[in-house]
């Protein structure tokens, strides 16, 4: 994992993301990509006995991994 840069941009007092917000289900897709595991395909069940995918719609983040 490529570390110590920066993604995106923000305002001028570094509150808002002006440029490649990110979400934190890609901050989660990446972690499980590291540790080996497809957050798109791998599921759990919920307390219903219903699958459930680890990050629903987000991937990993690119320029980190």
Same mark, same amino acid.
């Given at each position: 994992? *490529?570390?110590?840069?920066? #993604?995106? $941009? ?21 972690? !499980? ?7 798109? *395909? ?10 459930? !995918?680890?990050?629903?719609?987000? $991937?990993? #983040?690119?320029?980190?991994?």
């Amino acid at each position: 994992m *490529q570390v110590g840069g920066a #993604i995106g $941009s923000t305002d001028r007092l570094g509150g808002e993301a002006e440029e490649r917000p990110v979400h934190f289900g890609e901050i989660f897709a990446t972690m !499980y990509n590291n540790l080996g595991i497809d957050a798109s *395909q791998t599921t759990i069940m919920d307390l219903g006995g219903r699958p459930r !995918y680890l990050v629903e719609g987000h $991937s990993p #983040i690119n320029e980190l991994v």
